[in-house]
Every structure is written in structure tokens, then in C-alpha cells.
């Protein structure tokens, strides 16, 4: 459900910042560093932001987005040039749009594609919530990857298609929506990652009556979304 305050502040220590500038990362990174007299463990992860053009394919914009200490980002508005022709800063406003909707949780869903194995999905997941551990945004157990088998019949390395995380109720939404924003598009391996909430979704099972010969029916709430036309259920819906 939305939260009605788009004021709220996410994580005290840090701040969600978009940088408007054709520049490359490495000079807004540089730039941000003169601006703010800061560290690089005050810089946490950095992404461009894309649109789909009228082809369906990625477009590069002058959005980037910046994950930093909320110390850096006073240092570099006190610096006075959030403002200037060439570059501009201000801070995200996470609005209500932001949150899992009707029908959707606060736990990530990846479309994966065939060409990998569960392990290598499972690692490159890893390797993108890492960094988030390693800039000190979340602890290395507020996480739990799920990748699940195409099978359980035999012994497998395919996956279905999609992988999950689930956080631990101890981790905010709204840190959780940082971290879809910046892992959304994020790039591994030549390969552009999609980031959706997943979906709430009923489904129906149903169980012989042992007395009577008919069927019971019961109904119980996964997770599932959808990636164009198909849609994933998923397997593990409880908490790390």
C-alpha cells in the first residue's frame, strides 16, 4: 500500500540523488567528489536511467542516479553547484507511484534469462544486492535469493524463467524501493536486468475428500508477476 508521505526519508544516512548530465559516470563521480570533499565509501552505487524508444529498445537519458551518505550530500550542497548549464542535482522524492501497488509485495522480481544457470542467476543477483551490503545500505542477511528449478522431478540446472528476493521485515519499503530503482536496467554481463515487484496472486488447490469422493478447495496467496506474456509464481514466499 502507498505511503501517503513522499516526504519520508528512507534510510537517515543516505540519500537517493539524480544528476541531470550528458557527463560520463566517472567525471560525475569526480565531480560529485570536488563538490563534496568526500570519500569513495561516501559514493554508493551509480546508474544511468533509460527509456524504451519506439522500437521497445533501451535508451540512455541525462537521468543517473546516485546512492550517497547523507553527509556527502549536505557537503555538496553547501558546495553551492547543484545547479550549474553542464550539471544538476537534486534529491529523489520517492512519491506514491514508487510502492508496490494492489496486488503486488515488497520483494523483487527478475525475468532471467535461458542462457543461464541457476547458479549463474543466483550469482548475479548476489553481485548486485552485494553491493549494496558492501556501501553498507543493508547487512549481508537482510537478503535471501530465490532461483527456482524449472523441475523437480530430476536433478536440474535450468531455471523457470525468474529469480526473487525477499528481504527481511527489518529492511524499510522505502530502502527496498532504492534498491529496485538503482537495480532496475543495472547491467551484468552485457545482459540488462528488469526489476519488478512481485505480484500477489491467488491460486487454487484442490485436495480429495477421503469421505465423500469430492474436491475441497482451498485458496492460497503466492507471489507472482509478469514479464510481457508470462507470468511466474513464486516458490518461496517466506521471510529470509
Request: net charge neutral.
Amino acid at each position: 500500500m502507498a505511503n501517503s508521505d513522499t516526504s519520508v526519508k528512507p534510510v537517515a544516512d543516505f540519500v537517493l540523488v539524480v544528476v541531470y548530465s550528458n557527463w560520463d559516470l566517472s567525471k560525475i563521480y569526480d565531480y560529485i567528489f570536488t563538490c563534496s570533499g568526500c570519500t569513495e565509501a561516501d559514493i554508493g552505487p551509480m546508474k544511468i536511467e533509460y527509456q524504451r524508444n519506439s522500437n521497445g529498445e533501451r535508451v540512455e537519458t541525462n537521468r543517473t542516479l546516485c546512492l550517497m551518505r547523507q553527509t556527502a550530500w549536505q557537503a555538496v550542497l553547501k558546495y553551492g553547484q547543484t545547479n550549474r548549464l553542464e550539471v544538476r542535482m537534486n534529491e529523489y522524492q520517492i512519491r506514491d507511484y514508487n510502492y508496490p501497488r494492489t496486488g503486488e509485495s515488497p520483494k523483487l522480481f527478475f525475468p532471467l534469462p535461458d542462457s543461464w544457470t541457476m547458479s549463474e542467476a543466483t550469482e548475479v543477483l548476489k553481485a548486485q544486492l552485494e553491493q549494496f551490503v558492501l556501501y553498507g545500505f543493508i547487512a549481508s542477511g537482510d537478503y535471501r535469493i530465490d532461483v527456482p528449478s524449472k523441475t523437480r522431478r530430476v536433478a536440474t540446472t535450468e531455471h523457470r524463467g525468474n529469480g526473487f528476493v525477499i528481504f527481511r521485515r527489518s529492511v524499510t519499503l522505502e530502502s527496498i524501493i532504492i534498491m529496485r530503482l538503482l537495480l532496475n536496467d543495472s547491467v551484468s554481463g552485457g545482459v540488462y536486468l528488469s526489476c519488478y515487484w512481485a505480484r500477489r496472486q491467488k491460486r487454487v488447490r484442490r485436495y480429495p475428500n477421503m469421505k465423500n469422493g469430492d474436491n475441497k478447495e482451498t485458496t492460497e496467496a503466492t507471489e507472482a508477476t509478469k514479464a510481457g506474456e508470462e507470468s511466474a509464481v513464486e516458490a518461496d514466499s517466506e521471510e529470509v
